[in-house]
C-alpha cells in the first residue's frame, strides 16, 4: 500500500513538472508566434510537439485521481467539487491540444489572443487538479473502498445531486460567459455557448453513466428509496414554479424586441432548472 502511494505521489509530482513545461513552451511559443512570422521555425514545433506527450502522461495521472477519488468519497460536497474537477481537467487536456492546433494555423490570419487566454486558463485548472491530487493523498486517509462498495455506501447518493447543483451552476456562468464577447466574437457566441454548456454538463453525465454501470445488477427500483424519490419529485415541482416566471420573461423580452438568442435561453432555463433541483434534494438531506 505504501508502495502504491509513493507511485502515485511520484507520478503526481511528474505531472506537475510536466504542466510546468507546458506552461513555459505555451509562454515562449507565444512570445515568437507573430503575424509576421512567415513560417513556423522548427525549433517551435519542437516544443510544441514535446507538449502532447506530456498532456498525455497528465491525462493518465487524470485517470488515476478519479478512480481514487471515487473510492475515497466520503458524500462531502468537497469531494463532489473535486470530483468535477478532475472530470472538467481531464477532458479540457484534449482542448489544449485542438487550441495549439488551431492557433498554429491562424496566428497569421487574425488575432488569437482569446485562445492563447483559454489555453492559460484551462493550465491553470490542470495544475489546481494536481496539486490538490497531491495534498489529499499525502494526507493519511482512511483505506480506500473498491469502486463496487463506494457506490454503496450512505450519502453516496447525495453525491448525484451535489455534482448536479456544481455543473448547473458552471453552466449558468459558462453561458454568460459565452454571450460576453471576452473571448470569442459575438457571431460564434452561439456555437461557444453549445460547446460550453456540453464541458459543464459532462461531469454529471459521466457520474450517471458510472452509476449506472455500477447498478446495473440491482433492480432499478432499489436504486432511490421512498424519500429520496419524494425529495426528486417536490424538487423538480419546484424547479418547474421557478422556471415559468423566466418564460414570462422571455414573452416580454421578445415583444420589445431585444434581441437574445434562443439558445441563450434555452440552456440558461435548463441549468437554472437542474442548479435548484440540485439544491433542493442537498437542502432536504441535511
Not at 502532447?52 to 481514487?68: E, S
Not at 453549445?194 to 454529471?204: H, Q, R, S, T, Y
Request: charged share 15%; glycine share 6%.
Amino acid at each position: 500500500m505504501k508502495n502504491r502511494k509513493a507511485l502515485f505521489i511520484t507520478l503526481g509530482i511528474v505531472s506537475l513538472g510536466l504542466l510546468a513545461y507546458c506552461l513555459f513552451a505555451c509562454i515562449y511559443i507565444q512570445t515568437r508566434l507573430i503575424p509576421s512570422l512567415e513560417e513556423i521555425p522548427t525549433q517551435i514545433e519542437t516544443i510544441g510537439n514535446l507538449i502532447i506527450p506530456a498532456l498525455l502522461v497528465t491525462g493518465i495521472y487524470h485517470l488515476m485521481l478519479l478512480f481514487r477519488a471515487l473510492r475515497s468519497q466520503t458524500g462531502k460536497f468537497i469531494d463532489s467539487v473535486y470530483i468535477v474537477l478532475i472530470i472538467i481537467s481531464g477532458i479540457t487536456l484534449l482542448s489544449d491540444l485542438t487550441l495549439l492546433n488551431d492557433i498554429g494555423k491562424e496566428y497569421a490570419l487574425w488575432d488569437v489572443g482569446g485562445q492563447w487566454a483559454m489555453v492559460y486558463a484551462f493550465m491553470a485548472v490542470h495544475v489546481l487538479t494536481v496539486v490538490w491530487g497531491l495534498l489529499r493523498a499525502a494526507k493519511r486517509q482512511p483505506g480506500l473502498a473498491p469502486l463496487k462498495e463506494s457506490i454503496r455506501k450512505e450519502g453516496m447518493s447525495l453525491s448525484l445531486y451535489q455534482i448536479g447543483l456544481i455543473c448547473g451552476i458552471l453552466g449558468i456562468l459558462g453561458v454568460v460567459f459565452a454571450y460576453s464577447g471576452l473571448v470569442v466574437p459575438n457571431r460564434f457566441s452561439v456555437l461557444f455557448s453549445i460547446l460550453i454548456a456540453g464541458l459543464a454538463l459532462f461531469p454529471l453525465v459521466l457520474f450517471v453513466v458510472y452509476w449506472l454501470i455500477r447498478l446495473k445488477n440491482i433492480p432499478a427500483r432499489e436504486w432511490l428509496d421512498e424519500k429520496q424519490l419524494v425529495d426528486t419529485a417536490f424538487a423538480a415541482l419546484i424547479g418547474f414554479f421557478v422556471a415559468v416566471p423566466l418564460y414570462v420573461v422571455i414573452c416580454i423580452l421578445d415583444v420589445i424586441q431585444v434581441q437574445i438568442p434562443v439558445s441563450a435561453w434555452i440552456l440558461g432555463i435548463f441549468f437554472v432548472q437542474l442548479s435548484v433541483l440540485s439544491s433542493v434534494v442537498i437542502a432536504r438531506n441535511r
